[in-house]
């Protein structure tokens, strides 16, 4: 990676898209917003002041807010690279996001809605919430489940995925949830690094109409794992659609009959047990499982949740995120129960039976905050003004937007169409490293400006610097980094400290590394400018391209592939993939999408491919993506060509069709 990746064709807002000038872009907050703001202008800057401080008064007084079987002697212990917050402290997220709303006397206010795709719907108070997740955390333990032992998760989008999550982390036992797009391989891949012998699935779920065979695929997976050496002892399966699948005797079992009568109470967790492992792409093909842990995260997600959001009683609150990501993670399911407010959950396609369904579901059920991913809002817009103005969208007071940039034409119909003008935008930056939003304008306290995060989160020390650690002036691009640690963070990659230590903390000394180019205004807004590394970010899914290139090679007709991201006004980046082909084959570019849906899962199924009779590379063989990056986006060669082997090899790869 180089300082001239910064300049990268394809960063997301540069190219098609307009750019507005940045002060004019500013949108003021809305009197009646900020006059009920969860966070004020005044209070923005007292407690920022304070987090960069003396963080640890900050956070210890954050942390009163929530339930200690024991008390901390000490905020934070940090050695870099490595943080311990609230050090000797025990507590349980599941028991301060059920157990102390419902002792409380909240029990009977809603605490999860949810909708299927076909409309069906299903709601549970903190009390039943409560209920059912002892009951499943018993039923774990009964299956074997002890504190410690990882638990793989590849469920849909059912009550029963937030249920499965809580009873992990009420017993001590981190989840791992693998996205459903996943195909066996990849799933096999998760449990095998993490060590889980446990799985919580589905018979089957649903999307467009059209079944997922979850169980089948865990099947499969578990089959390949054990193939690997990893030995599974139990499944939890939820009757979703009770569709016929076949359950092996003494390993499988139905969810409905594994839970009796019996409850578990939440355990006394040190504040840095493990929490979750959540597999995400890196620049190489082995997919990092990045380690959060009890407490820290905890409070990362409460506060954001509670500042950034500006969640409150009386709201419906919507993360469309799936709990396969960090962001279904976080705010769909942590965030908002932490706070004892009320989650909304969809199973299902965004745009199913018709483009007017998330509308819908907002008019219904009354839906007052929406956060979801900028890929949505632009599929949305490319369907036109109309459908959205056949719904009542009053209720909504509040978007938000994570996973990607926005352009700040999305942004604007986001805001106009949406929201009415009425509904300040907030566009959060964050990672699944990061565990909580990190940069965004809060939204009673700042003017939002389109295509552009904003100023950090509390206890979050954001600087641009080159390569050398030098800082940036204002307003020109280089690396984002963190110069403190946060109690959210990532402790480290699972199982891999080394991997931990080189590749956040040691790009650059003593700052955690992003992987994103970014630029900060004189007045510190923060504007993303896309990663600077080998990681897509298609439709907001974080893939590398090491991991489709690994897929691709493995077909016997591939003898070499290089990925790229090519700009898509769609889904971000679209998957460009340049093959080389054994001697003698012709590889079939739609065989060689299946090939890879299969082996990793739809979510990187290549939507370029060129079978190209050579790639650019340097002499001592490396191949020079910025110079595929160029040729996918269809631009001219620009930069030097001087150190590639051959470089009449470009005009040949630019003259063969894209299939
Ligand atoms: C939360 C999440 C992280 C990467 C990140 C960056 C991109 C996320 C963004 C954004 C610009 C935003 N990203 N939010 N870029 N503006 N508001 O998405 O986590 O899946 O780990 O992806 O996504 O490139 O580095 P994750």
Redesign the pocket.
Known sequence: MSQSDLLRPNLPEQGSIEHISRQEARIPVPEAFAAQANVTPGQYAEWYRESIESPETFWDARAKDFHWFQPYHRVLDWQPPFAQWFVGGQTNLSYNALDRHVDAGRGDKRALVWEGEEGEVREYTYAQLLDEVSLTAAALTRLGVKKGDRVTLYLPMIPEAVMAMLACTRIGAPHTVVFGGFAAGAIADRMVAAGSEFVITADIGQRKGEPLPLKSVVDEAIKLAEEQGQAVRGVLVVRHTGSDVTMQPGRDHWWHEARTDEREDALPLDSEHPLFILY?SGSTGKPKGILHTTAGYMIGAALSTYAALDLKDHDLFWCTADVG???GHTYSTYGPLLLGQTTFMYEGAHNYPHWGRFWDMIGRHGITILYTAPTAIRSFMRHGDDTPAEYDLSSLRLLG??????NPQAWHWYHRVIGAERCPVV???????TGSIMLTTLPGAHPAEPGT?GVPMFGIDPVILNREGEEMQADEGGFLTLRQPWPSMLRTVYGDDERYAKTYFGEIDGVYF???GARRSEDGYVT?L??VDDVL?VS?H?LSTAEVESALVAHPQVAEAAVVGKPDEMKGESIFAFVLPQEGQTPDPQELRQYVSDLIGKVARPDHIVVAPALPKTRSGKIMRRFLRQIAAGKSIEGDTSTLDDPSVLERLAATPVE
Do not use: F, K, L
């Open positions: 995400t990501w960090i962001t937007s994570v996973g990607e940039p926005i566009d959060t930056w964050w990672q699944t490293e995060a992003a992987g994103d993303v896309g990663r970010n907001g974080r």
